[in-house]
């Protein structure tokens, strides 16, 4: 793949991380990543579907196809966002069980549910305002835990996965849903020109908004490999780790189950 991150600062140390390409102090990242999502919410769906030609669809039915969810059961669609799995799963679980759609953006939540509401999912849907790397929940407390294209914004990665690990019960499985590394060369060639000439145009045109979308492809290229994420969940903690390349590798859905 061509090296977009050629020239960037690589090097975070303990007190630094990137957002996109910049290198900034850990504690600046979760207001800026806010400033991006409360910028972006009303339009994110849109922007979904114009900008992926609707195969985000295809890449959440997959995840919810790998998920083993079945009526009764507890998931947590954390930086759940607008709602898409959340919807999918309230159905699948009925009235005996519970999603919790949690997300660390208010606007966000705030759009997820006035969308769930209008669909006429309620009941067994709840809405919790949380960092993904601190989660306010009991320890062995969900069957399924999904996190879709959110990993990518959090500061902690690690944090945040250990803090997944400690909810999920045993037997329960983890499924991050992220935009990873083509595999194929002629098509990262494609995909790099895509992402940073013919995004940030979208998303000024959509959203008003080109920054939010250059940062969108930076922090994609910054973003772990599928090898190197499939580590972390097992420093985690996670077993029988596995990953699904979809769309040449363009995203990858990560399994892993706590025992
Ligand atoms: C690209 S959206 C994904 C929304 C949804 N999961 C989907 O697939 O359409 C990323 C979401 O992650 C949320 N997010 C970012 N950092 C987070 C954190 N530390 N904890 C929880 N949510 C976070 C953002 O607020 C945003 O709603």
């Known amino acids: 793949m061509t090296d977009m991150t050629q020239g960037v600062a690589q090097d975070a140390d303990q007190n630094t991380t990137h957002f996109g390409f910049r290198t900034v102090n850990k504690d600046e990242k979760v207001g800026m990543v806010a400033n991006v999502f409360h910028s972006v919410a009303a339009k994110y769906d849109i922007m979904n579907d114009v900008m992926s030609m609707g195969i985000h669809r295809i890449w959440k039915r997959f995840t919810i196809d790998c998920s083993g969810v079945r009526p009764g059961h507890r998931v947590l669609d954390l930086a759940g966002g607008t709602g898409d799995l959340t919807a999918k799963f309230s159905r699948i679980v009925g009235e005996k069980g519970q999603v919790v759609l949690a997300d660390i953006n208010n606007s966000m939540l705030n759009v997820g549910r006035d969308k769930l509401r209008d669909l006429g999912i309620v009941g067994n849907v709840n809405y919790v305002q949380a960092n993904a790397e601190e989660l306010p929940f009991p320890d062995n407390y969900f069957d399924c835990i999904t996190i879709g294209f959110g990993l990518r914004n959090v500061t902690d990665k690690d944090k945040a996965l250990r803090s997944m690990y400690r909810v999920l019960k045993p037997g329960g ?16 060639k494609v995909y790099d020109a895509y992402s940073f000439h013919l995004l940030p145009k979208m998303g000024e045109i959509i959203a008003n908004d080109a920054e939010s979308y250059r940062y969108l492809a930076e922090s994609i290229r910054m973003h772990p490999d599928q090898d190197t994420l499939k580590g972390m969940m097992e420093t985690a903690g996670f077993e029988q780790t596995k990953y699904f390349n979809l769309t040449g590798g363009i995203v990858a859905l990560h399994r892993g189950y706590k025992f």
């Not at 499985?173 to 990262?188: C, I």
Request: proline share 12%; charged share 25%.
């Open 173 to 188: 499985r983890l499924l991050v849903l992220e935009f990873s590394k083509p595999v194929l060369e002629p098509l990262s």
